[in-house]
């Protein structure tokens, strides 16, 4: 037997591919896509197991910069190249990479479906609440009042909330994070990736060209901790610089509360497990309450669409053989020639 | 005993309410003429709504049959036996019944409650009143038939009642001198399960058969010689079964896996259930959530080293043009089939019409060439599959399919081919001389222009492609104007350099130069065929050309149709194909179209044929040329 040698360990850098990465200068893609790349370095998975899919937009143009295999698609129909591969290919390590225009509005179908088939894919989603390669449009998640050259008069349209709608349409792991909190960026990309289903991502992503400061509430020194709640398993939901504030549930009714106050027993203790509590969760959006960022919710126990397919798969083939030539002939065939029939 | 009249071929109509298993009826018969040797082909025409009204002309449901002892590749325009099971299918189907042909009705179906609803005057009965005078007409009370035969039977009345489709069975068969065995073991399989349902189904196919041996009703029995087929294993198939069949063994001969996604679309949903039945052959089957994931996903499964395969009809062919772009821009092997229905829009979903060929051919945002190839029979729809699917992986390209609702429901017998004597399927797999300094060129083209094949999963092949122009060779990104005119022109090239491997183009039938070329393509095959077989008996000078790629176009056609002096063309639509011909021959082709969602006639292709030779301009029903 011949004895491999350990290949080296790959880096972050060998993730990036010889092409020159072409946003805009300040954009928060930069940081998604070298934290994508570090996450894949902590988990050295080999760059020939890795496809990136992706539709049309800013972030689309991601698979380029990665030295994996990828396929820069159509616009909004990313989900679908997926299920192609996957089932073809059930080992390989997909990602797809979208956007709020590209995810959520022309391809919002593909998006929900693939959720809730629960294929095993990692979904990020980068959401700037605009529309970037087509210079600054209305998007699904642009708020109300939102003035661009789509809507000269401020926006009359409600947002998707993007985490609601994923864990709506069923997926097994939902989360949301930040550019600008690189660390926190790493290890949500981190679990999603290990997460074995559909793991659904929405990355706060800063457009400095059409829509700069959008999360800056989220994201300054001064306002970040009173309007971001960086939720974690097992722990209170507490926010404010020190931790002043609080979440608890009123049977369903979330109201915040002071630290001080309130007992610690009555402050709602987050279980991402707790898939109804999930979406009480999910929905905490504005004043008085904070935004939540992090794993909402995961459930590695529902199985993928692989899993069940293959299943079944397996089943089809203890009862039938494969036998091409039986299958061609069918139930009702019959000779001709040489007199006989 | 019974004298015996031989029969060169038979169309036989069943028609009925569409709970009375007319297509069960038809197709067990059409069997039972295949084991006699038969040749033959069908066509069921069933109501678009799932449960139309019992009763009403909207709820029939019809199988035509045609089998004989000579070459059959048409159902037939018209028909010799009609059997109507109620007023409402006497009244839709009587203008197939040729005269003096051989009508039974049953007598049941034609109260006052069904006279009524399929719209006979009160008072007024066919059955009676001598309007049916031109045909031989044998009244049966089927439905009291079977009470008889049933007398004894366990079963509900409504269940005795379904029988009687039986009865009809059991008839015909003692009407064409045909045995009762196959038709039983037939039986024997279906109710496997249900003894009682079988007991009775058995008895009431043998009342039929005793009935026509006692009755003294029939004049004579007919017998159809056997027809000269050309030895080897048979069965009979519809299109759509032929198509999953064509591409199972195509993904397996290439050792490569089959994806399927489909979204439920009438005509072709049946390719849909076929392929998820096939789990244990290597099919990946998906029903996608639309038309362009079905595509998109089977774009997925190429780039995976894989046969991405989708089947639609036209809405879903429209929404699938953006991914078609996206496929030909990416050089991968996918095949699109649009079983193509009458448009636009959603049109009339269960009938035939081939008006999306040049949506086909061009029916996508800028330079987007792809192969077009058309079946030309149920059967054929085997070999066309093949060949779409050999074409695709061969050369990296998309390429579309035309089928349409004929050949999809219809079917015919099919000579199984020994797997051997397919043609091989060699992709073309990446090599470590497709690599240039450690990096994977996956634009860098062979000698056809067909570029390497690189699969995910694969050590320093890692690329990636997509829908915005490629830089040649490398397959970055790039907006270099040399570069795009250059990729431009080597995706057209490389579709050229296909034609060129093609089987040269023959003629069909007829002489090889002379007055007058037939030209068809896809499902109108045998209708022409047959007409210009019929004329060329007549002495006509007269000759067809049936053109199975559509794109690129086979290399001898312009040649071919230089030596006539007419050309016609008969489409179904207002005249694609014919557009096609004189832009690409700067030939005279003149059209024959049809738009009715039927398929043509055979006396009709007869009729345009001697107009033609006339310089007489093709007659329009409607008055309407264009």
């Known amino acids: ?341 | 005993m019974y004298s015996t009249t031989p029969r060169r071929d038979v169309t036989i109509v069943f028609a009925g309410d569409s709970g009375e298993g007319m297509q069960l009826t038809g197709s067990y018969f059409a069997h039972t003429s295949a084991l006699a040797g038969n040749d033959l082909a069908t066509l069921p025409n069933y109501p678009a709504e799932i449960r139309a009204p019992q009763g009403t002309l909207a709820g029939v449901s019809s199988f035509q049959l045609r089998f004989g002892s000579t070459e059959i590749l048409t159902p037939g325009d018209q028909c010799d036996v009609l059997v109507a099971m109620n007023a409402a299918a006497l009244k839709t189907h009587l203008h197939l019944l040729k005269r003096g042909g051989l009508l039974i009705a049953n007598e049941a179906g034609f109260d006052r409650r069904n006279l009524r609803l399929a719209g006979y005057p009160e008072d007024s009965n066919p059955l009676t009143d001598g309007s049916l005078s031109d045909y031989e007409l044998i009244t049966l009370n089927i439905s009291q038939l079977v009470a008889s035969a049933l007398a004894d039977s366990p079963l509900s009345v409504r269940e005795r009642e379904r029988t009687k489709n039986m009865f009809v069975l059991g008839l015909l068969a003692w009407l064409f001198s045909r045995p009762l065995e196959p038709l039983e073991q037939l039986v024997r399989e279906k109710f496997a399960q249900k003894p009682e349902l079988l007991e009775a189904n058995l008895r009431v196919l043998r009342a039929g058969y005793a009935f026509g041996e006692t009755s003294e009703l029939f004049a004579s029995r007919y017998e159809i010689p056997q027809a000269p087929l050309e030895p080897g294993t048979y069965r009979s198939i519809s299109g759509n079964e032929a198509l999953v069949l064509g591409f199972v063994t195509a993904a397996h001969r290439a050792g490569v896996k089959l994806f399927y996604a489909g979204y439920p679309i009438t005509p072709a949903s049946e390719v849909l259930h076929q392929m998820e039945r096939l789990l244990a052959y290597e099919v990946y089957p998906l029903q996608a959530e639309d038309e362009m994931a079905a595509l998109c996903a089977a774009i997925g499964a190429a780039f995976g080293g894989h046969l991405g395969v989708t089947a639609t009809s036209g809405p879903g062919f429209s929404l699938m043009s953006e991914a078609l772009g996206l496929a030909v821009m990416l050089e991968l092997p996918v095949v699109v089939c649009d079983i193509q229905r009458a448009g636009p829009s959603t049109g009339m979903p269960t009938k035939p019409e081939q008006a999306d060929l040049l949506q086909a051919l061009y029916g996508r945002h800028g330079e987007a060439p792809l192969a077009v190839i058309a079946p030309a029979t149920p059967a054929d729809c085997f070999a066309a599959a093949y060949e779409a699917a050999r074409i695709a992986l061969e050369w990296m390209t998309p390429v579309v399919l035309l089928s349409d609702a004929f050949l999809a429901n219809g079917s015919d017998l099919w000579r199984i081919p020994e797997l051997d004597s397919l043609p091989p399927i060699r992709p073309p797999w990446a090599t470590p001389e497709h690599r240039s300094n450690g990096t994977f060129l996956p634009y860098q083209r062979d000698e056809r222009g067909v570029r390497p094949w690189a699969v995910p999963g694969t050590p320093g092949f890692e690329h990636r492609i997509g829908g915005l122009e490629k830089e040649d060779l490398t397959g970055n990104v790039s907006y270099d104007p040399l570069n795009h005119e250059r990729m431009v022109r080597a995706r057209a090239h490389k579709l050229a350099r296909l034609a060129e491997t093609l089987p040269p183009q023959t003629i069909t039938l007829g002489p090889a130069t002379g007055e007058l070329a037939v030209v068809s393509w896809g499902s109108t095959y045998g209708s022409v065929y047959t007409a210009v077989q019929e004329c060329l008996q007549q002495g006509l000078p007269v000759s067809h050309i049936h053109v199975r790629y559509l794109h690129p176009l086979p290399p001898g056609l312009g040649e071919l149709l230089a030596g006539f002096r007419r050309i016609l063309v008969p489409e179904l639509n207002s005249g694609q194909f014919a557009h096609l011909l004189r832009a690409h021959y700067r030939v005279d082709a003149r059209s024959y179209t049809k738009v009715q969602g039927l398929p043509l006639t055979v006396s009709e292709v007869v009729e345009a044929i001697q107009r033609a030779l006339h310089d007489e301009p093709a007659l329009h029903p409607t008055g309407i040329e264009r």
């Open chain 1, 1 to 341: 037997m011949n004895q491999l040698s350990t290949p080296p360990a790959l880096s972050a850098k060998d993730y990036a591919s010889d092409q020159e990465v072409r946003w805009c200068p300040g954009c928060g893609d930069y940081a998604i896509l070298k934290q994508v790349q570090t996450v894949l370095a902590e988990l050295q998975i080999p760059r020939e197991q890795v496809v990136f899919l992706s539709g049309i937009g800013c972030s689309s143009r991601f698979p380029y910069y990665m030295s994996t295999y990828g396929l820069h698609g159509i616009h909004g129909r990313a989900p679908a190249f997926a299920y192609g591969l996957k089932l073809t290919r059930p080992e390989l390590h997909v990602w797809i990479i979208t956007g709020d225009g590209d995810g959520l509005s022309i391809g919002t179908n593909h998006l929900l479906h693939l959720l809730r088939r629960n294929l095993d894919v990692t979904v990020v989603l980068f959401n700037n609440q605009v529309y970037g390669l087509t210079k600054g449009q209305l998007s699904p998640t642009s708020p109300p009042g939102q003035v661009t050259p789509s809507s000269p008069w401020g926006s009359v349209e409600f947002p998707f909330n993007p985490v609601l709608l994923a864990l709506s349409a069923g997926a097994t792991f939902v989360a949301r994070t930040l550019d600008r909190d690189l660390a926190h960026l790493r290890m949500v990309l981190a679990r999603a990736a290990q997460h074995r289903g559909a793991a659904f991502v929405e990355v706060y992503q800063n457009c400095p060209v059409f829509n700069d400061g959008a999360f800056a509430r989220f994201t300054e020194k001064e306002s970040k901790p009173w309007n971001a709640l960086f939720v974690e398993h097992g722990k209170p939901l507490r926010f404010g610089p020190n931790g002043e504030r609080a979440v608890r549930l009123r049977t369903t009714t979330p109201e915040v509360v002071s630290t001080e106050e309130a007992a610690p027993s009555e402050l709602w203790i987050h279980d991402e497990t707790d898939r109804a509590r999930a979406f009480l969760l999910a929905q905490l959006w504005d004043d008085p309450f904070p935004r939540p960022f992090g794993v909402l919710y995961a459930d590695p126990s529902k199985p993928t669409y692989e899993e069940l397919f293959f299943e079944q798969v397996q089943r089809a083939r203890q009862r039938t053989t494969a036998d091409l030539p039986a299958l061609l002939r069918g139930r009702n065939w019959w000779h001709i020639g040489n007199g006989e029939r």
